[in-house]
């Protein structure tokens, strides 16, 4: 196996058809409704690919709001292989991938903490180690779902906190294959050729009814055994170092300091995922007046981590400048560099070879019970609901390191601009390790909510309003993390016996089942490099260190190993109100409705935690208070009956901040001289959106449009440096602090979609085409973050420039084969990152595509292929020649076959 670092992934497999590109859908359509919509297109019969666009093409059309939907195509066949890969066909929306699979979701632009996940309307909680909102979609399996909505603008009746969107996972019901039993499932076989893995994923899904048609039962699962492998050549920051004088270094001599590379390493991520995943659902139809259920989803993911690291520094050496290149953007092309024997021993020039071992295990539930009676006009929907999140990351490093080297070069000089570390010794020998460290640092994150509401809407008669909607809502929710950090740490410099047990655990160590970097991939020389690999076999012969033993860290509060000031609890209890009203008028010959409300929403926050001053650790507490008043108006307009249609929306939204912002938490990393802490005093994320579009529907299953949109930011959360000077070393370190931004930033952009199929062309096969396609451009103003080098100002956090996708089918009665592109130009990571530059992501795209063949009634078989450019996922510090991660996760094919009885 070869570790590759000129190629990357993104996961998600070529199901682009599925996806409309503004397929808007703003909520469940209601049986009879769809009843409705089907006699207007009973002349037509599609199935499959056009039967999922056809139907979100209604949807969209029927929508009071601004949203787009994905639906499955049939029963157990949802597109890619989760949710946050599916969402990414979706117009004005970006993922963010873990090692090649799709987990994190930008909407417009905003942060996936910024945007709402729901299941079924209950909220899906964070499983992110550290305490976060952002919803890890990895876990969440595709099959269970029956449609994506992404609601892009407001109404009074949705929880608050999407300021970017809300995502709605709807799950397939008992009673949505109108009452009669079914049973489907697929078998597939997962392949990459990264790691070289065949991986198995299985899922079922069946349900039936009873009692006369009255009671419905659902049930679903799932399983996959997943080896994830990603390759990395990354520069962890870019850093102006000072010459022995205490001068910036700038040997090109041109007023500005020079950069150079802050720990560039090597890494191969191995993950092997265990994922289970239950859904069930209990319905109750005694009447058409009345229906009640209880519904629960759960979803374990059970992860090893073999991750190896070749690591080394720059902080313990002194430049070479006689061989030493420095090349555009004022970045060190060449480096060469020799030991400072003057420092302390453990920080004098050296490589690391490190792994990161131990698991990851997260866990999320949540049940709901419901129901809606109506009696007359009027209709009562109760809901009570209970979600809990758990993430536990069993961290364990080891580390071998080599340190008082004599020598370092580090080589930029290739087509990729990735790090060529040439080391003075053998970095696939013992030779020269004279230090070992095993630590472990194992980390609890919980969440809770607890939700209770009541919705009651009336219809009147006639007039111009059709309905009145009322409610309250109570949520209760509680995050705590508690981390714990322990270390064994030998150092064979002055203790012969510490060095003997050294030498004894590196017994213990290998070159692992090919851990190779193949140079030549990044047009150096051919050749391979290897490095030795910290086995689980390395932690053990030296002793894993028990974190939890009393008086194992006697030089703590209370002689434990728990770090009480990354230890914490935030509460947050929100008591919601809202009305809202449809209407419906004319004017003219054109009819107009909308839906108009508003909701309040109080929020009590209290967050509890531990500071140290003066070397004394001690419990502290904050609370804080605020109401929101957040409006809300969404109008359309039909100016051609059928045919065109106009929107225009106003809205108010919020979200809070992260829990481990409000936080008091107080860390410092001792390599990097930097840490974080929190913010108690945080206030809301607020923006007020407008949209405005036209959407043209040529038939039953084609349709274009285009969508301007604005989004005002009048409160957001960034964050600020600062300096702290450790009063027991004197060193000093760069802080990051989450702060309100006093700006106001404003985003515009346009979305554009088109879904066109071709049965109006009388020609075979094309007959049997189609294409669906989307862009967006966005472009922010009035936000003064700036560059702290060049002074030039940078776009906001998140938001790419441009983006798109374009996705081609061909389907027949037995062949169904699409293709899909998704692309995103660069946009903003951190405004200031290692090393103050801010950092980038690159522009990234990746093809996939799908195979489906229909054998019999019921029965198919499928391939699939994820990635198929290989492409590379690139970031750097505002220059392409200061990358700080290249990373390759190459091709994956799926292939195996579904059954539907």
Not at 228 to 243: N, Y
Not at 370 to 391: D, F, H, N, R, V
Not at 463 to 468: C, D, N, Q
Not at 580 to 606: E, K, L, M, W, Y
Request: aromatic fraction near 8%; charged fraction near 20%.
């Amino acid at each position: 196996m070869r570790l590759r670092y000129v190629k990357l992934a993104t996961i998600s497999y070529a199901a682009l058809a599925a996806v409309t590109p503004l397929a808007l859908s703003a909520q469940e359509v209601a049986p009879q409704d769809q009843a409705a919509q089907d006699d207007e297109v009973a002349d037509i019969v599609v199935t499959g690919i056009r039967s999922s666009l056809q139907g979100a093409l209604n949807a969209k059309r029927n929508a009071p709001q601004v949203l787009d939907a994905i639906s499955a195509e049939d029963i157990g066949k949802f597109p890619d292989k989760n949710i946050g890969e599916a969402l990414q066909r979706v117009t004005g929306v970006q993922i963010s991938r873990a090692d090649g699979e799709g987990a994190g979701v930008t909407i417009r632009g905003a942060d996936p903490s910024l945007n709402r996940v729901e299941i079924n309307g209950t909220t899906a909680l964070s499983t992110t180690v550290g305490g976060g909102r952002d919803v890890d979609f990895r876990d969440l399996p595709s099959e269970f779902v029956n449609r994506l909505e992404v609601v892009k603008s407001a109404t009074a009746d949705m929880t608050e906190g999407g300021v970017g969107g809300t995502v709605r996972i709807i799950t397939r019901r008992p009673f949505d294959n109108g009452g009669k039993p079914y049973l489907a499932g697929s078998a597939q076989a997962i392949y990459a050729d990264i790691g070289d893995h065949m991986d198995p994923r299985l899922a079922i899904i069946g349900s039936d009814t009873f009692a006369d048609g009255t009671l419905g039962v659902l049930v679903s699962g799932t399983f996959e055994n997943r080896n994830v492998e990603s390759h990395q050549a990354r520069t962890t920051g870019w850093v102006q170092l000072k010459d022995p004088n205490g001068d910036l270094y700038d040997l090109n001599e041109d007023g500005v300091g020079d950069f150079f590379p802050d720990i560039p390493r090597y890494v191969i991520n191995r993950l092997e995922t265990r994922r289970y995943a239950l859904n069930g659902i209990f319905e109750w139809r005694p009447s058409d007046d009345f229906k009640t259920y209880l519904e629960a989803n759960w979803t374990r993911s059970n992860q090893s981590v073999t991750s190896q690291y070749l690591q080394t520094g720059t902080s313990g050496g002194i430049v070479d400048t006689e061989n030493t290149i420095i090349g555009p953007d004022n970045t060190v092309e060449h480096l060469e560099m020799t030991n400072n024997p003057a420092l302390a021993q453990t920080s004098q020039l050296g490589v690391s070879y490190r792994n990161i071992l131990g698991d990851i295990r997260r866990t999320t539930y949540n049940v709901a019970l419901g129901a809606e009676w109506t009696t007359g006009k009027l209709t009562l929907t109760p809901k009570i609901s209970y979600a809990k999140a758990k993430a536990y990351n069993n961290e364990i490093n080891a580390t071998a390191a080599v340190t008082g080297m004599d020598s370092l070069i580090v080589d930029y000089a290739n087509g990729q601009n990735a790090p060529n570390i040439i080391l003075p010794n053998d970095p696939t020998t013992r030779v020269g390790i004279n230090q070992l460290t095993v630590l472990r640092r194992p980390r609890y994150d919980n969440q809770t909510e607890k939700m209770a509401k009541l919705d009651a809407e009336y219809k009147p008669d006639g007039g111009v309003l059709t309905s009145i909607k009322i409610g309250g809502q109570y949520r209760d929710l509680t995050v705590t993390s508690k981390y714990f950090n322990r270390s064994t740490i030998l150092n064979g410099f002055s203790d012969p016996a510490a060095q003997a047990q050294i030498d004894n655990a590196l017994g213990y160590a290998s070159l692992g089942t090919s851990p190779f970097f193949h140079t030549g991939d990044l047009g150096f020389s051919d050749g391979y490099q290897a490095w030795l690999n910290m086995t689980q076999g390395v932690a053990d012969a030296i002793g894993v260190p028990d974190p939890f033993e009393e008086g194992g860290c006697p030089d703590r509060p209370g002689g434990t190993c728990q770090v009480f000031t990354d230890t914490w609890e935030v509460g947050e209890r929100n008591i919601a109100g809202f009305a809202q009203a449809s209407f419906a008028f004319d004017v003219g010959a054109v009819p107009v409705s909308g839906v108009i409300g508003a909701r309040v929403v109080n929020t009590q926050v209290d967050t509890s935690g531990y500071l140290s001053q003066a070397g004394v650790v001690s419990p502290v507490a904050y609370d804080s208070k605020n109401t929101e008043f957040l409006p809300s108006l969404n109008l359309k307009a039909e100016l051609i009956p059928d045919t065109l249609m106009a929107r225009v929306t106003a809205t108010e939204v919020m979200a809070r901040p992260l829990p481990q912002q409000l936080a008091p938490r107080f860390t410092l990393d001792v390599v990097g001289l930097t840490g974080s802490r929190g913010n108690p005093g945080l206030q809301p994320f607020r923006a007020r959106q407008y949209d405005a579009g036209l959407e043209y529907y040529i038939n039953a299953t084609s349709f274009a449009s285009v969508t301007y949109f604005r989004k005002e930011i009048s409160s957001f959360i960034q964050n600020t440096t600062e300096d702290y000077t450790d009063p027991a070393t004197g060193v000093t370190y760069t802080i990051t602090v989450p702060t309100n931004g006093t700006q106001k930033v404003t985003i515009n952009g346009v979305e554009a979609g088109a879904q066109i199929a071709f049965d109006f062309i009388d020609v075979p096969l094309l007959k049997q085409m189609g294409v669906i396609a989307n862009y967006t451009y966005s472009k922010d103003s009035g936000y003064e973050g700036v560059d702290r080098f060049t002074g030039d100002s940078l776009p906001f956090q998140g938001l790419s420039r441009h983006s798109y996708n374009i996705s081609a089918y061909y389907e027949d009665d037995v062949v169904s084969l699409r293709g899909a592109y998704n692309w995103r130009s660069k946009y903003l990571i951190n405004a200031a990152g290692r090393g103050g530059n801010p950092e980038f992501g690159e522009a990234y795209g990746q093809l996939d595509a799908s195979l489906n063949i229909t054998v019999m009634p019921g029965v198919s078989f499928f391939l699939e292929g994820v990635n198929l450019l290989d492409a590379t996922r690139k970031e750097n510090a505002n220059s392409v020649y200061r990358r700080t991660i290249i990373e390759t996760f190459g091709r994956r094919v799926y292939g195996g076959v579904r059954l539907k009885l």
